[in-house]
């Protein structure tokens, strides 16, 4: 595939995250019109009702932006993963790393309630253990994407245990605690969004500056060595990279499993494997999907909100195993 077919299909994702945008905007239990919208961000002179005005700046339009930085963030995440891990399967909930950076997470949350600043470095913390546990119990004479797999969902059920032992201890607590478990994007604010804002930025230009090595990486070891490639320093990096990513939507959303395997492979199936294009394609698929999904996961029940991660799991569970068969 030529060069101007994939950044023509780079433009193409772009006018979809575009387009997830403004109907996330536009749908909900409160009816708003497209110019209204329009009017609220400033584009034009309408004169909107107050409450219509509060409900899309500070409910609507933070949630959407949220969403957006989450679908970037664990595609990313996952993209990474299965460069570094050398497994297709890979994504930061099946293997286990959003276990690491939840327990981590919710330790924070529920014995420092006070100390919300703490949740992400605590989270990424998490995430990076459980990244480096995996990888080294997935090590024999090498790594293989099946030993991966194994390690993963021991790892996480270790840490998934972990988990329910202090939802069990704190009891009172437990309630949101269970909510940020499922993973959702309910009631999302503008504090949201400054917590994963610049974790998005650094995480997302970090990926994008280190293509090349991911591209490296996917010749083998001993290829990637004998082109002048530190393949352990790299793979921590590249590893620190996917938690840190992987950590600051988890502390955000809760534990959203499958957007780092889903989308993936769905960009790489239409824009090809080299990573200085699959990075950025898996980006803006991922934030469209989870918008959309978001949406319609507002909408179908409505008044009553499914939470996206109850959906992302429907769709993601069979596709998962379509690619463990496909796989083995």
């Given at each position: 595939?030529?060069?101007r077919?994939?950044?023509f299909?780079?433009?193409i994702?772009?006018?979809?995250?575009?387009?997830?945008?403004?109907?996330?905007?536009?749908?909900?239990?409160?009816?708003?019109?497209?110019?209204?919208?329009?009017?609220?961000?400033?584009?034009?002179?309408?004169?909107?009702?107050?409450?219509?005005?509060?409900?899309?700046q500070?409910?609507?339009?933070?949630?959407?932006?949220?969403?957006?930085?989450?679908?970037?963030?664990?595609?990313?995440?996952g993209?990474?993963?299965?460069a570094?891990?050398?497994?297709?399967?890979?994504?930061?909930?099946?293997?286990?790393?959003?276990?690491g950076?939840?327990?981590?997470?919710?330790?924070?949350?529920l014995?420092?309630?006070?100390?919300?600043?703490?949740?992400?470095?605590?989270a990424?913390?998490?995430?990076?253990?459980?990244?480096?546990?995996?990888?080294?119990?997935?090590?024999?004479?090498?790594?293989?994407?099946?030993?991966?797999?194994?390690?993963?969902?021991?790892?996480?059920?270790?840490l998934?245990?972990?988990?329910?032992?202090?939802?069990?201890?704190?009891?009172?607590?437990?309630?949101?605690?269970?909510?940020?478990?499922?993973g959702?994007?309910?009631?999302?604010?503008?504090?949201?969004?400054?917590?994963?804002?610049?974790?998005?930025?650094?995480?997302?230009?970090?990926?994008?500056?280190?293509s090349?090595?991911?591209?490296?990486?996917?010749?083998?070891?001993?290829?990637?060595k004998?082109l002048?490639?530190?393949?352990d320093?790299?793979?921590?990096?590249?590893?620190?990279?996917a938690?840190?990513?992987?950590?600051?939507?988890?502390?955000?959303?809760?534990l959203?499993?499958?957007?780092?395997?889903?989308?993936?492979?769905?960009?790489?199936?239409?824009?090809?494997s080299?990573?200085?294009?699959?990075?950025?394609?898996?980006?803006?698929?991922?934030?469209?999907?989870?918008?959309f999904c978001?949406?319609?996961?507002?909408?179908?029940?409505?008044?009553?909100?499914?939470p996206?991660?109850?959906?992302?799991?429907?769709?993601?569970?069979?596709f998962?195993?379509?690619?463990?068969?496909?796989?083995?």
């Amino acid at each position: 595939m030529s060069n101007r077919k994939k950044f023509f299909i780079l433009i193409i994702f772009l006018t979809l995250v575009v387009i997830s945008f403004f109907v996330s905007l536009l749908n909900g239990s409160v009816d708003v019109s497209n110019s209204q919208i329009f009017s609220i961000l400033g584009f034009n002179n309408e004169i909107v009702d107050e409450t219509k005005t509060q409900i899309i700046q500070n409910i609507r339009l933070p949630r959407t932006i949220v969403a957006i930085m989450v679908g970037i963030n664990l595609s990313l995440s996952g993209a990474i993963l299965q460069a570094v891990m050398k497994n297709p399967l890979a994504d930061p909930h099946i293997i286990g790393i959003s276990s690491g950076a939840g327990l981590f997470g919710i330790f924070v949350m529920l014995i420092k309630t006070d100390a919300g600043h703490l949740v992400t470095p605590a989270a990424f913390i998490g995430a990076m253990l459980a990244a480096f546990l995996i990888y080294i119990l997935a090590w024999k004479d090498g790594i293989k994407p099946i030993r991966v797999i194994l390690a993963g969902v021991a790892v996480s059920a270790f840490l998934g245990a972990g988990i329910s032992a202090m939802l069990i201890f704190y009891s009172d607590k437990v309630h949101s605690a269970l909510l940020w478990m499922v993973g959702g994007l309910s009631a999302r604010s503008w504090n949201h969004v400054e917590i994963i804002l610049p974790y998005t930025i650094i995480g997302t230009i970090s990926a994008l500056i280190l293509s090349r090595h991911l591209n490296i990486l996917l010749l083998g070891d001993d290829a990637a060595k004998g082109l002048g490639l530190n393949v352990d320093i790299c793979r921590t990096i590249l590893t620190a990279i996917a938690a840190l990513l992987a950590s600051s939507a988890v502390c955000v959303v809760g534990l959203l499993g499958f957007v780092g395997l889903i989308i993936p492979h769905s960009a790489r199936i239409l824009i090809g494997s080299d990573y200085r294009f699959l990075l950025p394609a898996a980006a803006l698929l991922g934030a469209a999907v989870l918008t959309f999904c978001d949406t319609f996961a507002r909408i179908i029940f409505s008044p009553t909100e499914l939470p996206v991660g109850i959906l992302m799991a429907f769709l993601g569970a069979p596709f998962f195993l379509f690619l463990l068969r496909k796989e083995i």
